[in-house]
Protein backbone atom coordinates (compact mmCIF):
# COMPACT_ATOMS: atom_id res chain seq x y z
CA UNK A 1 0.00 0.00 0.00
CA UNK A 2 2.94 2.35 0.49
CA UNK A 3 4.64 1.78 -2.35
CA UNK A 4 1.22 2.27 -4.26
CA UNK A 5 0.93 5.88 -1.81
CA UNK A 6 4.99 6.58 -3.32
CA UNK A 7 4.24 5.71 -7.17
CA UNK A 8 0.91 7.87 -7.07
CA UNK A 9 2.40 10.88 -5.45
CA UNK A 10 5.44 10.82 -7.73
CA UNK A 11 3.09 10.47 -10.76
CA UNK A 12 1.67 13.54 -9.39
CA UNK A 13 4.63 15.12 -9.17
CA UNK A 14 5.84 14.41 -13.04
CA UNK A 15 2.53 16.04 -14.15
CA UNK A 16 2.68 18.92 -12.18
CA UNK A 17 6.42 19.52 -13.54
CA UNK A 18 5.85 18.56 -16.75
CA UNK A 19 3.27 21.74 -16.46
CA UNK A 20 5.30 23.84 -15.27
CA UNK A 21 8.18 23.12 -17.86
CA UNK A 22 4.91 24.28 -20.45
CA UNK A 23 3.78 27.14 -19.10
CA UNK A 24 7.54 28.36 -18.75
CA UNK A 25 8.22 27.66 -22.41
CA UNK A 26 4.99 27.71 -24.18
CA UNK A 27 2.20 28.93 -22.07
CA UNK A 28 4.18 32.62 -20.98
CA UNK A 29 4.63 33.18 -24.60
CA UNK A 30 0.94 32.42 -25.53
CA UNK A 31 0.16 34.95 -22.60
CA UNK A 32 2.44 37.63 -23.61
CA UNK A 33 0.95 36.86 -27.48
CA UNK A 34 -2.61 37.12 -25.96
CA UNK A 35 -1.57 40.44 -24.33
CA UNK A 36 -0.11 41.82 -27.83
CA UNK A 37 -3.54 40.62 -29.65
CA UNK A 38 -5.36 42.27 -27.26
CA UNK A 39 -3.62 45.78 -27.41
CA UNK A 40 -3.61 45.57 -30.88
CA UNK A 41 -7.75 44.91 -31.26
CA UNK A 42 -8.37 47.84 -28.97
CA UNK A 43 -6.25 49.85 -30.42
CA UNK A 44 -8.29 49.55 -34.01
CA UNK A 45 -11.36 49.75 -31.95
CA UNK A 46 -9.85 53.32 -30.57
CA UNK A 47 -9.19 54.44 -34.36
CA UNK A 48 -12.55 53.39 -35.13
CA UNK A 49 -14.06 55.22 -32.29
CA UNK A 50 -11.97 58.67 -33.69
CA UNK A 51 -13.84 57.95 -37.01
CA UNK A 52 -17.27 58.08 -35.36
CA UNK A 53 -16.01 60.81 -33.15
CA UNK A 54 -14.92 62.80 -36.34
CA UNK A 55 -17.96 62.32 -37.94
CA UNK A 56 -20.21 63.74 -35.29
CA UNK A 57 -17.83 67.01 -35.16
CA UNK A 58 -18.12 67.26 -38.56
CA UNK A 59 -21.92 67.28 -38.74
CA UNK A 60 -22.29 68.92 -36.15
CA UNK A 61 -20.39 71.65 -37.40
CA UNK A 62 -18.82 72.50 -34.48
CA UNK A 63 -15.54 74.24 -36.63
CA UNK A 64 -16.53 76.24 -39.22
CA UNK A 65 -14.13 77.98 -39.95
CA UNK A 66 -14.87 79.21 -43.60
CA UNK A 67 -18.91 80.00 -42.94
CA UNK A 68 -20.01 78.15 -45.47
CA UNK A 69 -21.54 75.47 -43.86
CA UNK A 70 -20.10 72.26 -44.19
CA UNK A 71 -18.34 71.79 -40.95
CA UNK A 72 -14.33 70.76 -40.44
CA UNK A 73 -12.87 67.56 -38.55
CA UNK A 74 -11.03 68.26 -35.34
CA UNK A 75 -7.79 67.94 -33.11
CA UNK A 76 -7.68 65.41 -30.83
CA UNK A 77 -7.87 68.17 -28.35
CA UNK A 78 -10.94 69.83 -30.04
CA UNK A 79 -12.30 66.12 -29.82
CA UNK A 80 -11.50 65.94 -26.15
CA UNK A 81 -13.01 69.12 -25.27
CA UNK A 82 -10.01 70.01 -24.06
CA UNK A 83 -9.43 72.98 -26.09
CA UNK A 84 -12.06 75.82 -26.91
CA UNK A 85 -12.83 76.07 -30.70
CA UNK A 86 -12.64 79.62 -31.98
CA UNK A 87 -15.76 80.65 -30.70
CA UNK A 88 -14.25 80.52 -27.19
CA UNK A 89 -16.51 77.45 -26.16
CA UNK A 90 -15.52 73.83 -25.82
CA UNK A 91 -18.01 71.20 -26.96
CA UNK A 92 -20.82 69.99 -24.75
CA UNK A 93 -18.70 66.78 -23.95
CA UNK A 94 -15.58 65.16 -24.93
CA UNK A 95 -16.31 62.75 -27.56
CA UNK A 96 -12.72 60.67 -27.53
CA UNK A 97 -12.00 57.59 -25.52
CA UNK A 98 -11.30 58.58 -21.94
CA UNK A 99 -11.82 62.34 -22.80
CA UNK A 100 -9.32 65.15 -21.38
CA UNK A 101 -7.73 62.76 -19.09
CA UNK A 102 -6.18 60.31 -21.36
CA UNK A 103 -4.83 63.66 -23.51
CA UNK A 104 -0.51 63.79 -23.21
CA UNK A 105 -0.41 66.97 -25.75
CA UNK A 106 -2.07 66.46 -28.70
CA UNK A 107 -1.48 62.96 -28.18
CA UNK A 108 -4.26 60.43 -26.53
CA UNK A 109 -2.30 57.62 -25.21
CA UNK A 110 -4.74 54.74 -23.80
CA UNK A 111 -4.47 50.78 -23.60
CA UNK A 112 -0.99 50.97 -24.61
CA UNK A 113 -0.76 52.92 -27.20
CA UNK A 114 -0.15 56.36 -28.70
CA UNK A 115 -3.11 58.28 -30.82
CA UNK A 116 -2.75 60.89 -33.02
CA UNK A 117 -5.14 63.13 -35.91
CA UNK A 118 -2.97 64.71 -38.52
CA UNK A 119 -5.55 67.27 -40.52
CA UNK A 120 -4.46 68.53 -43.58
CA UNK A 121 -4.08 72.42 -44.28
CA UNK A 122 -7.08 74.63 -45.62
CA UNK A 123 -10.73 74.89 -44.49
CA UNK A 124 -11.34 72.80 -47.46
CA UNK A 125 -9.13 69.93 -47.41
CA UNK A 126 -10.11 69.13 -43.14
CA UNK A 127 -13.86 69.42 -44.66
CA UNK A 128 -13.04 66.29 -46.25
CA UNK A 129 -9.58 64.58 -45.15
CA UNK A 130 -8.29 63.71 -41.90
CA UNK A 131 -5.62 60.72 -40.50
CA UNK A 132 -5.52 58.87 -37.15
CA UNK A 133 -2.50 56.92 -36.18
CA UNK A 134 -1.93 54.53 -33.66
CA UNK A 135 1.13 53.22 -32.41
CA UNK A 136 2.76 51.43 -29.31
CA UNK A 137 3.75 53.10 -26.58
CA UNK A 138 6.22 50.28 -25.58
CA UNK A 139 8.10 47.67 -26.81
CA UNK A 140 6.65 44.16 -26.37
CA UNK A 141 2.81 45.82 -26.10
CA UNK A 142 2.22 45.96 -29.63
CA UNK A 143 4.04 44.60 -32.98
CA UNK A 144 2.28 46.91 -34.96
CA UNK A 145 0.98 50.12 -35.99
CA UNK A 146 -2.48 51.58 -37.98
CA UNK A 147 -3.46 54.06 -39.88
CA UNK A 148 -7.17 55.09 -40.54
CA UNK A 149 -8.35 57.81 -42.58
CA UNK A 150 -11.87 59.56 -43.65
CA UNK A 151 -13.63 56.57 -44.88
CA UNK A 152 -12.41 54.28 -42.53
CA UNK A 153 -10.01 52.58 -44.47
CA UNK A 154 -7.53 50.67 -41.77
CA UNK A 155 -4.18 50.10 -42.83
CA UNK A 156 -1.39 47.94 -40.94
CA UNK A 157 2.31 47.94 -40.60
CA UNK A 158 5.05 46.54 -38.69
CA UNK A 159 5.88 49.15 -35.83
CA UNK A 160 9.08 49.21 -36.99
CA UNK A 161 10.74 52.17 -35.29
CA UNK A 162 7.24 53.90 -34.44
CA UNK A 163 7.64 52.69 -30.52
CA UNK A 164 7.13 55.67 -28.23
CA UNK A 165 4.78 58.41 -28.04
CA UNK A 166 7.42 60.43 -28.95
CA UNK A 167 8.59 58.31 -31.74
CA UNK A 168 5.63 58.55 -33.61
CA UNK A 169 4.88 58.00 -37.51
CA UNK A 170 5.68 61.45 -39.22
CA UNK A 171 2.18 63.09 -40.73
CA UNK A 172 1.44 61.67 -44.26
CA UNK A 173 -1.46 60.32 -45.84
CA UNK A 174 -3.04 56.47 -44.70
CA UNK A 175 -1.32 54.47 -46.18
CA UNK A 176 2.20 56.31 -46.27
CA UNK A 177 3.76 53.45 -48.44
CA UNK A 178 3.75 49.84 -49.75
CA UNK A 179 4.52 49.22 -46.43
CA UNK A 180 1.20 48.91 -45.11
CA UNK A 181 -1.30 46.50 -45.47
CA UNK A 182 -5.43 46.18 -45.14
CA UNK A 183 -5.75 45.61 -41.52
CA UNK A 184 -7.12 42.01 -41.66
CA UNK A 185 -7.67 42.24 -45.45
CA UNK A 186 -10.59 44.75 -44.61
CA UNK A 187 -12.31 47.33 -47.23
CA UNK A 188 -14.94 49.76 -45.31
CA UNK A 189 -16.28 52.53 -46.73
CA UNK A 190 -18.49 54.31 -43.70
CA UNK A 191 -17.03 58.27 -45.69
CA UNK A 192 -17.43 61.35 -42.45
CA UNK A 193 -15.66 63.86 -45.09
CA UNK A 194 -17.69 66.62 -46.98
CA UNK A 195 -17.97 65.81 -50.85
CA UNK A 196 -15.15 66.59 -53.04
Known sequence: MRARTVLIALGAL????????????????????????QAEKSAVATLRALHWAQGIFRQRAYLDADGNGEGEFGTLRQLAAADPLPSGSTIPAPLTPGGPA??????????????????????????????????????????????LDQDE??????????VGCQAGPPPSTCPPDAGFVRWRGKTNLRPVGAKP
Open 102 to 147: QLDGELLVTGGYCFRIDLPEGTHARERRFVAWAWPMLEGIGTRRYC
Open 14 to 37: LIVSGAVVWMARVGAKNLVGSGQV
Open 153 to 162: QIWEAPAGPH
